[in-house]
């Protein structure tokens, strides 16, 4: 038995998937990226008129990706302290991977789940960072 659940607060999904998935005491979030709910807009980046990035930063993109995955978890009656294990997705883990570790640290002090941070291509938007987390409820 399980339970879709969807955050008023977190952007919009960009296909045909929930926010979060609840089975049993467990919930599982989707990919969870730094857009903002309502708007297109992605934070610190820059994109030319073909909707390439030009410029990004991944300071801004991981302090909202973050406020993204706490929507989440609180909307579906969970906390960031119950996350357990969280996957990372960069798209540039040379350039990105110290900036991303330092503030994840930040983030991740008192609740240290299992995590995997791995480079990927792309993204389905012109994001460089999405998490997929799992976590009790």
Same mark, same amino acid.
């Given at each position: +038995?399980?339970?879709? $659940?969807?955050?008023? *607060?977190? =952007?919009? =999904? #960009?296909?045909?998937?929930?926010?979060?998935?609840?089975?049993?005491? $467990? $919930?599982? @979030?989707?990919?969870?990226?730094? *857009?903002? *709910?309502?708007?297109?807009?992605?934070?610190?980046?820059? @994109?030319?008129?073909?909707?390439? !990035?030009?410029?990004?930063? !991944?300071?801004?993109?991981?302090?909202?990706?973050?406020?993204?995955?706490?929507? !989440?978890?609180?909307?579906?009656?969970?906390?960031?302290? &119950?996350? #357990?294990?969280?996957?990372?997705? $960069?798209?540039? +883990?040379?350039?990105?991977?110290?900036?991303?570790?330092?503030?994840?640290?930040?983030?991740?002090?008192?609740?240290?789940?299992? *995590?995997?941070? #791995?480079?990927? &291509?792309?993204?389905?938007?012109?994001?460089?960072?999405?998490?997929?987390? !799992?976590?009790?409820?």
């Amino acid at each position: +038995m399980s339970e879709v $659940l969807n955050s008023q *607060r977190a =952007p919009e =999904p #960009v296909g045909l998937y929930p926010h979060a998935r609840r089975v049993g005491n $467990l $919930l599982f @979030l989707s990919g969870v990226g730094p *857009r903002q *709910r309502g708007t297109r807009d992605i934070p610190g980046v820059t @994109l030319d008129d073909q909707g390439n !990035i030009t410029t990004y930063d !991944i300071e801004a993109q991981c302090h909202s990706v973050f406020t993204n995955v706490r929507h !989440i978890l609180e909307e579906a009656g969970s906390s960031w302290d &119950n996350l #357990v294990d969280v996957t990372v997705f $960069l798209t540039n +883990m040379h350039a990105d991977f110290t900036t991303y570790n330092r503030i994840y640290a930040e983030y991740f002090k008192d609740n240290q789940p299992c *995590r995997t941070t #791995v480079e990927i &291509n792309r993204l389905p938007t012109p994001i460089a960072i999405e998490l997929k987390c !799992i976590a009790t409820i």
